[in-house]
């Protein structure tokens, strides 16, 4: 019997779109937008050490939506505006 790599039949994955979560923020109120996030599986969420937006950072929480930074004062409004950043520039 012989194989090829060629004809493989691949199962298609699905897009999902990225958000990343700097730890910092988490731990100053965005962790809750975190806990909603999490349970979405149109949504990758990812943990970064630090994020390099130091200065966003130090204003209030924020994530960063497909490489857009969202930011806002609470994390429902977080929440919101991620969802309005995913309609406006989806991957898919």
């Given at each position: 019997m012989v194989f090829s790599l060629f004809k493989k039949k691949k199962e298609p994955q699905q897009l999902k779109n990225r958000v990343e979560f700097c730890?910092?923020?988490?731990?100053?109120?965005?962790?809750?937008?975190?806990?909603?996030?999490?349970?979405?599986?149109?949504?990758?969420?990812?943990?970064?050490?630090?994020?390099?937006?130091?200065?966003?950072?130090?204003q209030g929480i924020?994530?960063?939506?497909?490489g857009e930074v969202v930011t806002a004062d609470d994390a429902v409004t977080?929440?919101?505006?991620?969802?309005?950043?995913?309609k406006q520039n989806p991957l898919y």
């Open positions: 730890i910092t923020n988490l731990s100053l109120g965005a962790a809750d937008a975190y806990d909603v996030l999490v349970e979405r599986s149109d949504i990758e969420i990812e943990e970064s050490g630090c994020t390099s937006h130091c200065e966003i950072c130090e924020f994530a960063i939506v497909n977080l929440v919101k505006a991620i969802d309005e950043e995913i």
